[in-house]
């Protein structure tokens, strides 16, 4: 963060300071919420949850290096008292981001969201010092945290955001309002607490409302409910997609022998070629929606298409490409899934796994509300149509629903299987896969399945220690 007194932090936030001997005392750490991130010069943002609360920590992060606590009461060592420390949090951040002068990305959409954010941020470092989102760290608390890692030296400002209601990214853009705003689609993720895609379009609309005239609002052609968007702002619009009439699009997309995306970028200043290192053509939306803010903001196409050819994964379990000494290859997708990211990885799957044996093991898909039986249903059915050799559905009842869609579309004995938890399908795996053999797992993340990925590479270590 760039160093702020106690005495500015105070005053910013509307809070009193209490223990503090000396108000000038400068914080030139992080804002951390985590007593285990803890560095000297931090300021620890005491939350309290719902097992923990983070005053407890308080003498402990002191000790450890904390300059203060921004607490919402006295905590017995030096710390700023509010009333709201989410509130205090996000006063904080807006007004570092003000004194910043970097200019600010901020992205949202039903899927891809933190694929994009990485490779957006990725091509942008070649230009100058970016911050970004770690992770999908996209909430009310996440963002001003990730706004607050900003320096002097911080030109570029990436941020995911993630809604669960109307008006949630509205708030988060109020906190750090941005110059550029991306909407990358408009799915089912959380359809059944929005109650329809309309809903969600109107939600994830909320980016592009408060941009400015010279900013730029970076819209998905290929997707209607996002195309539809452009009156709802005031920036100037660039079309991102397939379409012909996009204004940053592909053309010849394929897939290599591995599963990556290979295209012909299309800029209004020029054109060049891009070869992926992410594995699934959902991937070439994503790095649409990445060049168009890089164009924006000053890249040729040919610097642009360096980039995103070099771009890697940089979030955890997120089309995580693994392969054992044996020669079985693992994708971990198991970070999240909705039906959009579901087949997608499909897809992937598929292209990757040409000549070879596949397996989708797959999970539930949470928070679809009354669509959860029709969209388990066609993800299993698509995973026969696309002639995945063995679903594995993993879990309850919406697993039953994956191995139904399965079964109805043709899918009989030992093509699908239902089992009933991670353990069960570990067992399944370690029993059947044979070298060559393409496994892709995923699921909602309160499933776990990261946990079946993780034991498959533990078990491919095992045999490589043992063919020793």
Known sequence: MIA???????????????????????????????????VPGSLFAAFVGERVDGHDFAPQVVEAGAVAVL???????????????????????????????????????????TSTKDLIAQ??????????????FNNEIGLPLTALTAT???????????????????????????RIGVVLNVGSAHIGEFGGREQIAQAKGEIIEGLPEDGAAILNAD??????????????????????????????????????PSFRLH?????????????????????????AVAHELGMSAEEIATALSGAGSLSRWRMEVTERPDGVTIVN??????????????????????????????????????EALAEHDAVGRLAVRLNVSKLVAVGGIEASWLQLGAYNEGSWGEESVHVSDAQAAIDLLRSELRPGDVVLVKASRSVGLEGVAAALLETGAEGEVAAR
């Open 4 to 38: 702020l007194s106690l005495a500015e932090i105070a005053a910013v936030v509307g809070g009193q300071t209490h223990d503090i001997p000396d108000p000038s005392v400068q914080v030139t750490g992080p804002v951390v919420r985590d007593s285990r991130e803890m």
């Open 71 to 113: 607490a919402s009461r006295p905590v017995g060592v030096p710390a700023i008292v509010v009333e709201d420390v989410q509130s205090a949090l996000g006063a904080l951040a807006r007004h570092v981001v003000a004194r910043l002068g970097a200019t600010l990305v901020a992205l949202t959409g039903s899927a891809g969201k």
């Open 123 to 136: 091509v942008l470092s070649t230009k100058a010092p970016t911050v970004f989102t770690p992770g999908s």
């Open 152 to 178: 002097e030296e911080t030109r570029f400002l990436v941020l995911e955001m993630g809604a669960r209601g109307i008006g949630h990214i509205r708030y988060l853009t109020g906190l750090t309002p941005p």
């Open 223 to 260: 997707d209607p409910l996002v195309r539809a968007m452009a009156p709802r702002t005031k920036a100037k619009v660039v079309l991102f997609g397939e379409s012909a009439e996009a204004d940053v699009r592909a053309e010849n997309v394929r897939l290599t022998d591995t599963g990556q």
């Open 267 to 291: 800029t209004p200043s020029g054109a060049a070629d891009v070869t992926m290192r992410l594995y699934g053509e959902h991937h070439v939306s994503n790095a649409l929606a990445a060049a």
């Open 333 to 370: 997708d198991a970070y999240n899934a909705n039906p959009e990211s579901m087949r997608a990885a499909l897809r992937a799957l598929v292209a990757m796994g040409k000549g070879r044996r596949t397996w989708a093991v797959l999970g539930k898909m949470a928070e679809l509300g009354d």
